[in-house]
């Protein structure tokens, strides 16, 4: 599994001093064991078309003799040596939960086919990938709360404007999207478990991905690791993006 991105890819290769150290970095941005092609193909795709010219098969081998890399039929593989060498002249590498993370929320982009609700999770991945956590979770639950609203438009206009009446009887009938602005987004949230759009657990999750959003989105204190926020992109991206 990767343990960087291509984003912090591109960057770490700016500052790299020696080949070593690029080849090596570039081997982090692949899913492992990699052959010397993919690492050249990745380098270039990354704009580092120059490591087409070096010997980077000679360049693992010296590697591999100070214990950085091991041969593997498949390729070639980073070892615990090679990650912190690379610690230590400054790559930052991600932990292997969150680097496993990032690739499984790759994953599901893929599957994701409109292109409005495609560019929400990117924009929200890329700032996840640029340690723009806030961002991350904010950017994510907005698109999310378009998707259900635009669920509701087209799915379940009626029992919704139903369930709407019986809990809130001044509130004015759903007819646009733009209608839902007055309405708060857990409000909207327990009208439509009123109404069977969502079930119990679906809001409980929902609501809580709303509360971190709320959390992310003024200022204050609070602290969100990548772990969280990974978590938060993951849900959203199954039971929102993917099934709405």
């Given at each position: 599994?990767?343990?960087?991105?291509?984003?912090?890819?591109?960057?770490?290769?700016?500052?790299?001093?020696?080949?070593?150290?690029?080849?090596?970095?570039?081997?982090?941005?692949?899913?492992?064991?990699?052959?010397?092609?993919?690492?050249?193909?990745?380098?270039?795709?990354?704009?580092?078309?120059?490591?087409?010219?070096?010997?980077?098969?000679?360049?693992?081998?010296?590697?591999?003799?100070?214990?950085?890399?091991s041969r593997l039929?498949?390729?070639?593989?980073?070892?615990?040596?090679?990650?912190?060498?690379?610690?230590?002249?400054?790559?930052?590498?991600?932990?292997?939960?969150?680097?496993?993370?990032?690739?499984?929320?790759?994953?599901?982009?893929?599957?994701?086919?409109?292109?409005?609700?495609?560019?929400?999770?990117?924009?929200?991945?890329?700032?996840?990938?640029?340690?723009?956590?806030?961002?991350?979770?904010?950017?994510?639950?907005?698109?999310?709360?378009?998707?259900?609203?635009?669920?509701?438009?087209?799915?379940?206009?009626?029992?919704?404007?139903?369930?709407?009446?019986?809990?809130?009887?001044?509130?004015?009938?759903?007819?646009?999207?733009?209608?839902?602005?007055?309405?708060?987004?857990?409000?909207?949230?327990?009208?439509?478990?009123?109404?069977?759009?969502?079930?119990?657990?679906?809001?409980?999750?929902?609501q809580q991905r709303?509360?971190?959003?709320?959390?992310?989105?003024?200022?204050?204190?609070?602290?969100?690791?990548?772990?969280?926020?990974?978590?938060?992109?993951?849900?959203?991206?199954?039971?929102?993006?993917?099934?709405?």
């Amino acid at each position: 599994m990767s343990a960087i991105s291509d984003t912090t890819l591109q960057i770490a290769l700016k500052s790299s001093a020696d080949q070593q150290t690029a080849v090596l970095t570039v081997l982090a941005a692949l899913n492992q064991p990699s052959s010397v092609k993919e690492i050249q193909d990745k380098a270039w795709a990354v704009g580092l078309r120059k490591m087409k010219k070096w010997n980077v098969g000679q360049v693992l081998k010296r590697a591999d003799d100070r214990g950085f890399v091991s041969r593997l039929p498949e390729g070639w593989m980073l070892m615990p040596a090679g990650l912190d060498e690379l610690r230590g002249k400054g790559v930052p590498l991600k932990p292997k939960l969150i680097a496993d993370a990032t690739h499984n929320l790759h994953t599901h982009i893929a599957s994701i086919t409109d292109p409005i609700r495609r560019a929400f999770v990117q924009e929200a991945i890329d700032c996840f990938e640029a340690g723009l956590n806030r961002a991350a979770v904010v950017l994510s639950w907005v698109g999310a709360a378009w998707i259900l609203q635009n669920h509701v438009l087209n799915n379940a206009l009626k029992p919704f404007n139903a369930s709407l009446a019986a809990r809130f009887p001044k509130a004015k009938t759903i007819k646009t999207i733009k209608n839902f602005v007055p309405l708060g987004e857990a409000d909207f949230l327990q009208v439509c478990e009123d109404a069977g759009i969502i079930d119990k657990a679906e809001k409980k999750q929902l609501q809580q991905r709303l509360d971190l959003r709320n959390d992310c989105g003024h200022p204050n204190n609070l602290t969100i690791g990548e772990h969280q926020v990974a978590s938060h992109l993951e849900f959203l991206l199954q039971n929102v993006y993917e099934k709405y």
